[in-house]
């Protein structure tokens, strides 16, 4: 069953197109990636679906309802990020009592344990914490709401790296004991693949891709050798992404769409190798074709 269903849906702030006519139908109980550049849309797709901002255009339903101003989606609904405001009067101690008292699902032991595992001062207010605890006080509120939308947007935001694995491992453990939906967006695809069973691919406003996490890392092939014979083999072909490596050798990535032309290129002696499921959401969604060496380079 799917649990959030977007038609045709824009977002126009000012002159700003930041959503173009984005569709996409996202299924239940799956932790599903939003991947996507600086301004790519993340962020305004994730809020729309919180219910915070209403579409320019088309529409969007979660659980079947539209979610702007629904206090049902509110309930079943969390959206943590780095920005998440809380009434400054409140210490973190009661704004935990708070989550309890709105979200139906709350998990007060969950909130406690954690609270207690990244010793959290229950007195301290949350304007006061520095931009790490901040995120990490944010998760805490996010995984124990334990809602059936759960939206993470760039949570680790100022975390450290352990306190980051911490996180990554903390929701996976909590979503295998109460599988729901969750959406992560981030920029560092590299440390979440694992977690991931989807990945929607968001570019200029629309969605580049939508697929599983295998279909993506099969989507591209990278191949490499002499100068000459990777030119000579990648004519007429379409390239996502190429750099030289030394002076006599180049790399590219190209769409893995024909068994026959890989072979070709193992005919010529050329190394295949696989791309990672990051390098290949960074190629997919950049419209320079080759990397910042470029910007170094005489060509
Ligand atoms: N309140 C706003 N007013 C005007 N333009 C906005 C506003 N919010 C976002 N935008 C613009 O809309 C586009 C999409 O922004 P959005 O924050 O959704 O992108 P994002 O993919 O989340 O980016 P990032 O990865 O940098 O956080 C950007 O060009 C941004 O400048």
């Known amino acids: 069953m799917s ?10 702030y000012r002159h700003k197109k930041a959503l173009n006519e984005l569709s996409v139908t996202i299924d239940e109980k799956k ?6 550049r600086n301004g790519a849309g993340k962020t305004t797709l994730l809020k729309l679906i919180a219910g915070f ?31 998440m405001y809380f009434p400054t ?14 979200y139906p699902n709350w998990d007060e032991k969950l909130a406690k344990n954690l609270f207690n595992y990244f010793s959290f001062n229950p007195r301290q207010l949350h304007q006061n914490l520095s931009k790490g605890m901040k995120s990490t006080f944010n998760m805490i509120f996010g995984l124990s709401a334990r809602c059936e939308l759960t939206i993470f947007d760039e949570p680790t935001t100022g975390m450290d790296e ?20 969750i959406l992560l967006s981030s920029h560092h695809l590299n440390e979440i693949e694992d977690l991931l069973e989807d990945v929607l691919l968001i570019k200029e406003g629309k969605v580049e891709k939508h697929l599983s996490i295998a279909e993506l890392k099969d989507l591209a092939v990278a191949v490499q050798g002499d100068t000459e014979l990777v030119t000579e083999w ?8 190429q750099k030289s490596v030394g002076t006599h050798s180049r790399y590219l990535v190209v769409p893995n769409d024909s068994e026959k032309k890989l072979e070709k290129a193992r005919v010529l002696g050329l190394q295949i190798s696989s791309v990672s499921a990051s390098d290949i959401c960074v190629y997919l969604t950049e419209s320079r ?4 060496d470029d910007v170094f380079s005489d060509n």
């Open 3 to 12: 649990v959030i269903q977007a038609e045709k849906v824009s977002k126009i």
């Open 31 to 36: 932790i599903t990636g939003v991947i996507g």
């Open 234 to 241: 990648a004519t007429g072909k379409e390239v996502l992404f």
């Open 162 to 181: 352990s306190v980051r694995k911490d996180f990554y491992r903390a929701l996976i453990k909590d979503y295998i004991n109460h599988p729901r939906s």
């Open 53 to 83: 901002y209403k579409p320019s255009s088309g529409q969007i339903k979660v659980f079947g309802q539209v979610p702007f101003n629904n206090i049902n989606i509110s309930l079943n609904t969390v959206f943590v990020d780095d920005l």
């Open 289 to 292: 074709k080759g990397g910042i």
């Open 89 to 102: 009067s409140l210490t973190l101690e009661d704004i935990l009592k708070e989550g309890k008292r709105f």
